[in-house]
């Protein structure tokens, strides 16, 4: 019987190391994945402390740019992982500062601990007056007539400045920013700016962006798909004939925010009260859900949310057999062309990153160029 129990105690003894082994070992080889995946600025020393807001500076295609960081309060960048990051553009002729001041990003990435980023857009002189005018080259609001001709109605419009250069070819007036500088290729710049300052988590890397900040993250969901592993425009999309989606069967979740009084940029019509055409949301939305491979048979469904109910805010998307889970959503609420706001809160921002968190780019852009 003795000789019995020992050979029980010695299975059992051999059991439990393997075990703890085995154990050890998922963990070194999860722990591998996920530093692989921690951006090259993970160890340096911060250029500035937790908790700060700070404008930085540098050049790029002739220009000299601009961009706001805030380090969340709990930011750790010896992160095994790194943390996730969001980058945020602002709307025409506003600027990077009153959007980190007033969009309500930065109290949401002190709750999340993500790194948030505000790029700052060209300024160009507006050919009639002194006045120097920030906006987004958002890939189409220099390039009318487009494949369907011109992106407003020529006899409406209410026209606005812009580069000379980038006039209409068809003597209309539909072009209203600076074509001549490529934002997209900033964007990508900038986030391998902050991976090389800041400990990222490559596969976490989101963009947001409001009215025409957001028609410019509708293009970046389809010319960067392979960098964010999702994005979310805000009362902004891309102008008729300009639709889009993502390169090399890439899947790009979107999440879309718009006003049921948005009279600026219409999110069920196609022609704005200053006489654009945009793309209406549920056209966004089903190009993207046909591109993630969606199931498209039982139609758009309602999805729950943080924000459900404030100021009428509802939701509904594709998310049923989408390819990576990448589903598509649009919500709605009872706002004109501004942030939609609860006293200090942007509950349509809580709602986004409730959606952007759970998304990931595997492998990421960053890690493939190294």
Not at 40 to 67: D, F, I, V
Not at 172 to 191: E, F, K, M, Q, R
Not at 325 to 348: E, K, L
Request: hydrophobic share 35%; with cysteine.
């Amino acid at each position: 019987q003795l000789t019995v129990l020992l050979k029980v105690i010695n299975i059992t003894v051999h059991m439990t190391l393997t075990l703890i082994y085995c154990t050890y070992l998922l963990w070194f080889m999860i722990s591998c994945v996920y530093s692989q995946y921690k951006s090259s600025g993970c160890g340096k020393k911060l250029p500035a402390e937790n908790g700060s807001t700070k404008t930085y500076y540098y050049s790029n295609q002739g220009y000299n740019r601009s961009y706001i960081v805030h380090i969340p309060t709990n930011w750790n960048q010896n992160s095994a992982s790194g943390q996730p990051m969001i980058i945020g553009l602002h709307g025409y002729t506003n600027t990077a500062e009153n959007f980190q001041r007033s969009f309500g990003m930065n109290s949401q990435a002190d709750e999340n601990n993500y790194l948030a980023v505000y790029l700052q857009a060209t300024y160009f002189k507006d050919p009639n007056g002194a006045d120097h005018i920030s906006s987004w080259n958002d890939g189409d609001c220099g390039l009318s007539p487009g494949p369907e001709g011109p992106t407003c109605n020529p006899f409406s419009v209410d026209p606005v400045p812009r580069p000379v250069a980038c006039d209409d070819p068809d003597g209309n007036s539909c072009n209203w920013c600076n074509c001549l500088v490529d934002d997209i290729a900033a964007i990508d710049l900038l986030a391998q700016m902050i991976e090389q300052t800041y400990c990222i988590d490559l596969t976490r890397e989101y963009i947001l962006g409001f009215s025409q900040g957001g028609m410019l993250t509708h293009s970046v969901a389809c010319e960067l798909a392979d960098r964010f592993a999702a994005a979310a425009p805000f009362h902004g999309a891309r102008h008729i004939g300009f639709d889009c989606e993502p390169k090399d069967n890439i899947t790009m979740p979107l999440f879309e925010v718009w006003g049921t009084k948005d009279q600026e940029v219409p999110g069920q019509t196609v022609l704005s009260q200053d006489g654009w055409y945009y793309i209406p949301v549920s056209n966004v939305q089903e190009k993207f859900a046909v591109h993630n491979g969606c199931n498209l048979s039982n139609g758009v469904k309602h999805v729950k949310t943080v924000s459900d109910g404030i100021e009428s805010w509802t939701c509904i998307g594709w998310h049923q057999g989408c390819t990576n889970n990448a589903s598509t959503v649009s919500c709605s609420w009872a706002g004109t062309h501004t942030y939609p706001m609860r006293g200090q809160t942007n509950f349509g921002l809580s709602a986004a990153w409730q959606f952007l968190q759970n998304f990931k780019r595997i492998p990421p852009k960053s890690a493939s160029i190294k």
